[in-house]
């Protein structure tokens, strides 16, 4: 059993990686490592998105994630699965996404990052 909260995301009409295998994990998952109370596994369905374009639009979402359990938030206990139309819609995203479209373009104009 994994002793760190996992967080998982996937577009539900992926065409390069199947949904169907990685939802059979995350019900191994609940199955396996959610009999205790403590374990703490969060998985988001997107709907409208496919392979390619889910991870700049969901990166916003791991990177908060990863930032709380940085700075000492702990993760809900329990499993979960979201189902989204779209990570792209979360509000309390779009600071840290247009920060990383920012920092991007900056770069490739040769602008040092965080400037």
């Known amino acids: ?3 760190v909260p996992m967080f998982m995301y996937h577009a539900n009409p992926d065409w390069l990686v199947p949904v169907g295998p990685v939802d059979t994990l995350v ?3 609940v199955d396996t490592y959610c009999q205790d109370p403590d374990d703490r596994v ?3 369905r997107d709907h409208a998105r496919e392979h390619l374009s889910l991870e700049p639009i969901a990166a916003a979402s791991a990177l908060m ?3 709380d359990r940085f700075d000492g938030i702990p993760a809900g206990t ?3 699965t979201h189902d989204v139309g779209s990570m792209a819609l979360d509000q309390t995203t779009w600071p ?3 920060s990383i ?3 991007t373009l900056t770069s490739l104009l040769g602008r040092p990052i965080g400037t």
């Open 78 to 80: 329990g499993c979960t």
């Open 1 to 3: 059993m994994p002793d």
């Open 101 to 103: 479209v920012g920092d």
């Open 42 to 44: 969060t998985y988001t």
């Open 96 to 98: 840290v996404w247009s």
């Open 65 to 67: 994630w990863l930032r």
């Open 27 to 29: 019900d191994s998952l």
